[in-house]
């Protein structure tokens, strides 16, 4: 053959599909993403299969979670909205609790990280206060604050302010020496170097850490609603659990994901923004 | 010796231990100002040590290290801005862009948290960032940087950074500007801009002293490279833990020597630079005992008007 030492190497889907079998190795966009396709195809089989086929009844068809989902959107009996009702309800007591728990980790982190007396005062506290589950210690809050509102707050706050605090203080551990060394040499004090270096310096981790914690405050706020709430996630999750509607609770949680999805992608955003020049190691 | 107003940094009978381990010993060092001083010897000899006594980081177990501030001397106690410095590794504040990282000092020194916010409300500080921010982009032109100056550290080589580096340290006007082995990481290549800058800061050294100013640079540089130590100095230093009388002491001043100058574009000798290189690798990490006076001549040297460069001007 003439053109044997220039022979032009054509990739066919073949060599892709060998790639599967590879440890590590990157795959075509396609490839990866009918991996996801086959996995989401199982799931619908398999919950298909229980649904229909009539041993519990209470598992709910796909015409019934459609319903369902409406339901969740406006209640065709009452006209309540009940998805949007919920949200309002269980955000405005998430939100201020995170914002709370943020300020108050960060302030706590930055110090604790910078001066050895603040972590010596705060430190072992902190890490103590982490391994008490809050709803269980709910009698305490429900005697402090009662059914109110501050109750909320107070639980999420306790529940995950160790968390924030301890994340910021690990990320403010790991700025060296010398950046504080060079900062004194350039003329800064102290207040200086904790609010205008190192605070913008782990202002990414700071993020990450709010980021991380939603989840966690989420699961405290719903186990509280449950508990005690009047209205709230958790409140319409107990209710609907004492009626059985699987129809309505599914959808629910579909939502629920969705939404914790695309607050991640906000704090990716705000990330993003505000500190332009982060790159996440292994990226 | 000199007078106070030409020293910019005098080390008096410095010692320091840590804990029971003695590291320096009697380190007595004047520094003229504008020169260009090399301090080298071997590794764990406590180079980095009296550099952080220098700068602040360390206290000295006994004696004294006086920086020369308006025609008197001021002890060292912890950081400040007289004394600049430059370390090795993080030189610059990753979240700040290179122009940034420059206008941090005149912006840390002269103003505060309180004065920038009150400032950001009468307009008086944006325009003062604006006169810092002219300062820092000439001097990084100077320093060839001027298309850098918006990058990020970590989108710049690690030349860039060490130069940048300097330049933050250079706009403060530092009595003293202390180098911790700066271009110990570059690549061979990079190490000759960086050694020609430095060479270039010398020569504006010459030129103030020769029209009968202040020389503007005074620069302390710790280095492993002792061809570096010669060539860049106009003095070596040479630290040691083997010194004759020595017992339970820490390292001392073994050597002190003249260092040629050379400028910039200048062919360098580079068989007198291998040659004192060599003197310097025999007497300080050979690890002999020696008199620690006995080549501790630069003073001497001085005074019988061998030297070149700053303290010099004439030749």
Redesign the interface.
Known sequence: MPTEDRQIIRRSWRDDLRKIFIMREPLPGWLGNSFFLMAICLIVILYSSVAYSGTNTLIPTWGKLATGFTQMITDPRSGDHMLWMDTVASFSRLLPALAIASVLGIVLGLYMGTYVAAESMWGRILNFEENIVPNAAMVVFLTLFGFEFKMYTAVIVFGILPTIAGRVYAAVREV?D??I?????????G??II???LF??V?PQIIDAIRSTVGLALILLIATEWAAGQEGYGYRFLRLYRSARLDVILPYLMTLGFMGIGIQLIFNLIQRVL?????KEGK | MIDIEKTALYCYGVNKNFGFLPVLTNIELRIAKGQFVSLVGGSGCGKSTLLNLI???HEPSAGEVLVSVNGGFIQVR????D???V?Q???L?????ALKNVI??PM??ET??LTRLYGTVTRSWPALRKIHIQKAESLLARLGLSEHSHK???QLSGGQRQRVAIA??LL?K?QILLLDEPFGALDEETRHGARELMLDLYQENMTAVANGQSPPYTVLMVTHCLDEAVQVGDRVIGLSKHWRGRDQAGATIVYDKIAPVYQPKDTKSFGAIGKQAAEIYEIVLNGRDLDPSEHCTFWNDVKAGKAEGVLAPRS
Do not use: D
Not at chain 2, 78 to 81: D, E, K, N, Q, Y
Not at chain 2, 93 to 97: D, E, K
């Open positions: 060296p010398q950046h060394f060079s900062a004194k040499t350039l003329g800064a004090s207040q200086e609010w205008t270096i913008r310096q202002l500190c332009p020049w982060y790159v | 700068v602040g980081t912890g950081h400040g801005p004394r600049g410095m370390y590794e993080y030189p504040f990753p979240h700040l862009t941090l000092g840390l020194r505060t948290i990020f550290p970590r933050r340290a403060m530092p």
